[in-house]
């Protein structure tokens, strides 16, 4: 594609150069430049891409796009911009021929929900008959494609790439979650959203590596709102106000507000063989009773959310209904079938915060014992390690304690710093290093009407010791102990 083509809709200089010149690729890393691509320096928290492009030069490089003062030969081709980031976003959109024009786009955002609302947009939609696909923490899913991503939102490149094979593979929807730092870093940037999303906002993100205030993480979730058409949002969160303040977009809610367009009028907790779930019922826009295959109160907030858009996308009752009735996400409160009498449940829950909502949320299905197996990732916060001990120390019957991700820790000794507050607590406990055995261990000992809870790891397939990622998917191990012991 000729660089003037590619520089459309980009406010820029040409420092040297021609615009006339042909690209075969935009790269922002320099190990990857080859001849005749065009390399972006992009600035970082750690690394400043203008630090490598004699790299990029060297590789092949023959186009620059930079935002400081650069010195090269002069058959590099050299483009000023005030934002390489915002730059990287509008080229991509040219490069792969704007993908977001060609079907609707959904764009979630929130602290929490992102990853099971989009899969409740998608599976409704697919039970409507639609073609959709979705990029988020789980992966790239479209027909029958899937691959993993390194972030809940890629960088700008990926997400119009992973679009044009959307577009190319016949999807007429597109969801996705819209990280924070996605919009605060641009990677958004070059298209409107058809829907924007948002699920709530809590405390959280908040360091020198992602957003220095709440403030900050606010303004950046606000964004998308004013980069999208029409908006949906959770009425009762505390920040719908902030969201929606300097909203372009217009405004559709879904809660417990009886103002809701979804209002959630009442919710009745279900638990029966193999199944536990909720009853919503539904006023307003929606005047039904619609069962939901995950448990508690913020499943109807996510169910609502994604009812709501697909509402306005044109889906039907009876296929919302058919989606939500046996919808499961993997590693999101995911329901495993042990038996008629046990309810097993895999969960990303690795905080104290979301462990202790989980725990909470399976308390109201009154459990003969609610019992954790749960580990802390190595070489992170130590304080994770402490409230989470803590937590479910005071909040289930029985809590086994074994290995998570230790990375480059000893085991034993994240375990060690676990029970140093779970033994403050009266809950009983046992530790079991090997996570396969810790599992095969509540099985094996598991009652009638006990809900055990496997936390920590959700969908990640792997352990990761001592550097190095050994593939380990709880479901699948839980699955194979399963079939041992018959």
Avoid at 159 to 187: C, H, P, T, W
Avoid at 275 to 294: K, S, Y
Avoid at 320 to 325: G, N, P, Q
Avoid at 341 to 353: S, W
């Amino acid at each position: 594609m000729k660089l003037n083509k590619l520089l459309k809709n980009l406010d820029y200089k040409l420092v040297q150069g021609n615009l006339d010149v042909e690209v075969d690729d935009i790269i922002y890393d320099s190990r990857k430049a080859v001849s005749n691509t065009l390399f972006v320096a992009l600035v970082g928290y750690n690394v400043d891409g203008h630090n490598y492009i004699d790299d990029a030069i060297k590789n092949g490089a023959s186009v620059l796009v930079v935002s400081k003062d650069v010195s090269v030969d002069d058959k590099i081709c050299v483009i000023r911009v005030e934002n390489t980031r915002h730059a990287l976003s509008i080229l991509s959109c040219n490069y792969f021929d704007n993908p977001t024009d060609k079907l609707i786009t959904i764009g979630v955002t929130g602290t929490k929900g992102k990853t099971t609302t989009t899969f409740m947009i998608k599976k409704i939609m697919e039970c409507s008959g639609r073609k959709i696909g979705l990029m988020g923490t789980n992966g790239v899913y479209y027909n029958d494609v899937y691959f993993p991503l390194d972030n809940t939102t890629p960088e700008s490149y990926e997400v119009q790439k992973n679009i044009k094979k959307m577009v190319d593979a016949g999807m007429e929807y597109m969801v996705m979650e819209v990280s924070s730092q996605a919009l605060k870093f641009n990677r958004c940037d070059g298209f409107v959203f058809d829907y924007g999303v948002f699920t709530n906002l809590t405390h959280d993100h908040i360091s020198d590596f992602e957003h220095p205030t709440i403030d900050d993480y606010i303004y950046s979730k606000s964004l998308l709102f004013q980069r999208c058409e029409h908006g949906v949002f959770n009425i009762d969160d505390d920040n719908f106000v902030n969201m929606t303040k300097n909203a372009t977009c217009d405004i559709y809610t879904f809660g417990y507000n009886k103002n809701a367009n979804i209002w959630i009028k009442d919710v009745k907790l279900i638990r029966e063989k193999k199944v536990i779930g909720i009853d919503m019922e539904l006023a307003n826009d929606i005047n039904d009773v619609i069962r939901v295959n995950t448990p508690g109160k913020f499943s109807s907030y996510n169910a609502a959310c994604a009812i709501s858009v697909c509402h306005l996308l044109g889906a039907s009752v009876d296929s919302i209904k058919k989606a939500l009735v046996d919808f499961s996400v993997k590693g999101r409160v995911e329901p495993v079938a042990v038996s008629d009498d046990v309810t097993f449940i895999i969960d990303y829950a690795h905080n104290g915060v979301s462990m202790e909502s989980i725990l909470t949320t399976m308390r109201e299905y009154h459990p003969k014992r609610l019992i954790t197996i749960f580990g802390c990732g190595g070489n992170r916060s130590k304080e994770r390690r402490y409230e989470m001990g803590d937590v479910s120390g005071r909040l289930a019957d029985f809590s086994i304690v074994t290995s998570d991700n230790p990375r480059f820790e000893d085991p034993q000794d994240i375990i060690d710093d676990i029970l140093s507050t779970l033994k403050k607590t009266n809950g009983k406990y046992i530790s079991i290093v090997d996570r396969k055995e810790a599992i095969r261990y509540a099985l094996e000992n598991a009652q009638p009407q006990d809900i055990i809870l496997l936390l920590g790891k959700g969908h990640e397939d792997y352990q990761e010791i001592k550097g190095v990622k050994h593939h380990f998917d709880d479901k699948e191990v839980v699955l194979d102990i399963l079939k041992e012991s018959k």
